[in-house]
């Protein structure tokens, strides 16, 4: 009896959540519709199942796409472009040589999590950027860096 309920136990704490957290309004249609669009490959690492609504994983998470109402980067920070697409750095999660960055103006909003294992971490995002650019076009960056 114990031998299964540590089974279980082990069971129900490897879930493929990477420790990522779906953002509110996730599982909105335009969420599915960006994270069924996501690519199989992407930085050289294979796409993983992540059992969180608006979030694609690759790499064991070295790769995190989140789509939903995101807001937490200062309308002040200064954008960046890929493949038409505005993105703001996340001060606030990037650090350790990992990056976080924000689509600007779109609703609902991605974000990209890089680790610190992605060596070529723009290529990444104008990859992803593809993709974020079906996502409904509120407004410009202003501010470019």
């Known amino acids: ?11 129900g704490t490897s879930s493929r959540s990477y420790n990522v ?15 069924g669009k996501a690519p199989q490959k992407l930085g050289g690492y294979e796409r993983d199942e992540s059992d ?6 690759w790499g064991d998470g070295d790769v995190v796409l989140r789509c939903g109402n995101i807001s937490d ?25 990992a990056k976080t960055v924000l689509s600007y103006g779109r609703s609902p909003a991605a974000e990209i999590t890089l680790s610190e294992r992605i060596k070529d971490k723009d290529a990444v995002i104008g990859e992803l950027s593809g993709i974020v650019s079906g ?11």
């Open 1 to 11: 009896m114990a031998v299964c309920a540590a089974v279980l136990a082990a069971c």
């Open 21 to 35: 957290s779906g953002a509110p309004g996730g599982d909105s249609a335009a969420c599915s519709g960006l994270v």
């Open 52 to 57: 969180q609504k608006g979030t694609a994983v």
């Open 73 to 97: 980067v200062p309308e002040s920070a200064s954008c960046t472009s890929a493949k038409g697409v505005d993105w703001v750095v996340n001060e606030k999660k990037t650090h350790g040589g």
């Open 135 to 145: 996502l409904a076009k509120q407004k410009a960056c202003v501010k470019r860096s």
